[in-house]
């Protein structure tokens, strides 16, 4: 008798394990590296299927399948195959698979914001509803005028009994911004919360020596962090020895009483988050929000979204994964606390988030990207501040006119805190653009646009989070994305992002880009700092 398990005895758990498989192996990913001996099992009955042509399939419905019926369609699989893959799946451990595949939620409510306006008063009106805890993850917290608002609005919570855990790298907000390094004295407002009973973590401190993490992993273990989280650490201590790289937590988000969480590309302070009034070019507005560009050149133009519902569960399972990875105190995510019995029917927006950390086995927000672009239909629009992974790049030179014609980028080619983006652009943007590809230039704005979105018609689906297209968030950063389903709500992002596109400047002549790029000293440049910068 064969091996399988017909789709009529499926539960719910092994639905979610199959999805999270077809997900991950799909984008490149191999159980081999995580269960040698039942990912072997597991992938000799998917080595049939046409991983190209289920790659295409996937991106039509927006580039991750988050339904079993979907799997039923899969091209060139039969149902038979699927249900002795079911089998085959249902044997092994899901905690680690969970662990790197996308996470789907459905009816959910989604807002999206753009520039530091409306993102500081939604944080703060966000940060003062708050009843029970926040916990916040981001790269950078300045001490300046909205960094200290924020942090006013914390103190209020923690007085009201609200628990706080906050991940920050000290280091890089040393830094501060505008030539100014009393923005970067994030210790004088850690003081002050740790003061008033918030929890705070420096995750310049994102790995450990060899024997610090043998030791640490030891103790972890014996304290009841489970293997699924721990493997994730062995992976970045792995990529780190063998890369010698610096890594960075460059995730940026909040969760705030297991129903509302933010998700974006933006920092805490007046570069992303200022209260000065938008220079508006025109009088759209999206949901009463006044669409322009900052005032201030040393304001950044960056958005995030706000999201209620089911999407904060798997986001604060990440905030915990990395806060007991770091050493903080342990908490349950599932515990009644963090995941309180609310009704989570909260819209239509059906969300997907996706994570990627230091040792990926497969980067599946890079993966994202490059079966966004090969399988282009209808328009398909990248807003993305650097553009410097080469993947990418050779992925887009390989595509036909038929493709190129439906793609077009926005990046702020000129004004750009990068040193080599505009090398990277003009070394590689000549064939794109030749094929078709459109090119809007954010910089005639005479400002930096820091906002990380995809918008993709076919699929009415939305990419949003940390992730830069350069070989850092590829390679060896921790990153984060959400991507958004839902017809209203990608018409409103797509509104926003037809507005940048209006006061850029569409590039018509290639000559702006090097046809022959190896006869030009900033092509060089760039190649050897790609993975540094």
């Not at 650490?233 to 792995?238: R, T």
Request: some cysteine; overall charge negative; charged content about 20%.
């Amino acid at each position: 008798m064969e091996n399988k398990l017909p789709i009529s005895e499926w539960d719910d758990h092994l639905r979610k394990n199959m999805i999270d498989y077809v997900n991950y192996y799909l984008s490149g990913g191999s159980l081999r590296s995580i269960e040698p001996d039942a990912g072997e099992a597991v992938e000799k009955i998917t080595e049939v299927m046409d991983r190209k042509t289920a790659r295409a399939y996937r991106q039509e419905l927006g580039g991750v399948i988050t339904e079993a019926g979907q799997l039923q369609q899969l091209p060139g699989f039969s149902q038979l195959m699927l249900e002795q893959l079911a089998f085959a799946v249902n044997r092994f451990d899901s905690g680690k698979l969970r662990a790197l595949a996308p996470q789907t939620t459905q009816n959910n409510c989604v807002d999206p914001y753009t520039n530091g306006p409306q993102c500081l008063e939604m944080l703060l009106g966000e940060i003062d509803k708050t009843q029970r805890y926040i916990h916040l993850s981001v790269m950078l917290f300045f001490n300046d005028i909205s960094g200290n608002l924020i942090a006013e609005e914390l103190l209020r919570a923690l007085g009201r009994g609200v628990q706080v855990r906050i991940m920050v790298n000290y280091t890089i907000t040393a830094l501060g911004h505008g030539n100014n390094l009393e923005f970067g004295e994030f210790s004088k407002i850690s003081a002050r919360l740790e003061a008033a009973g918030a929890k705070l973590l420096n995750t310049s401190n994102s790995c450990y020596t060899t024997v610090g993490w043998s030791m640490k992993r030891e103790a972890l273990k014996q304290q009841g962090v489970p293997e699924n989280i721990l493997f994730l650490q062995d992976k970045v201590e792995k990529d780190v020895e063998i890369s010698g790289l610096n890594v960075i937590d460059h995730r940026k988000f909040m969760i705030i009483d297991g129903i509302t969480s933010v998700i974006g590309s933006l920092n805490i302070g007046d570069q992303y988050t200022y209260e000065t009034p938008l220079k508006e070019s025109s009088i759209a507005s999206i949901d009463g929000q006044r669409l322009g560009i900052p005032s201030k050149v040393e304001e950044w133009h960056d958005g995030c979204f706000r999201v209620r519902g089911a999407a904060s569960l798997p986001l604060n399972v990440v905030f915990q994964s990395r806060w007991m990875l770091l050493g903080g105190d342990h908490f349950a995510a599932d515990d009644s606390f963090y995941h309180p019995d609310v009704n989570y029917d909260c819209g239509e927006e059906e969300c997907t988030l996706f994570v990627s950390f230091p040792g990926n086995p497969v980067n599946l927000m890079q993966q994202y990207y490059l079966d966004l672009i090969t399988y282009a239909a209808e328009e398909t629009v990248i807003v993305n501040p650097y553009l410097i992974d080469q993947a990418f790049w050779d992925r887009l030179g390989e595509l036909g006119p038929d493709c190129s014609g439906h793609i077009s980028i926005c990046n702020p080619l000129l004004v750009n805190d990068h040193p080599t983006n505009r090398a990277a652009v003009r070394s590689n943007m000549y064939v794109p653009f030749c094929n078709g590809v459109s090119f809007y230039d954010y910089s005639l704005t005479g400002r930096f646009s820091h906002w990380k979105i995809t918008y993709d018609h076919r699929s009415r689906a939305v990419f949003h989070g940390s992730y830069n297209i350069n070989e850092r968030s590829a390679c060896h950063d921790f990153e984060l994305g959400l991507l958004v389903k839902g017809e209203a709500f990608a018409s409103k992002v797509k509104s926003m992002i037809d507005y940048d596109l209006g006061v850029s400047r569409k590039i018509t002549d290639k000559r702006e880009f090097f046809k022959h790029p190896w006869l030009h000293p900033s092509t060089y440049a760039n190649k050897s700092t790609q993975n540094y910068t």
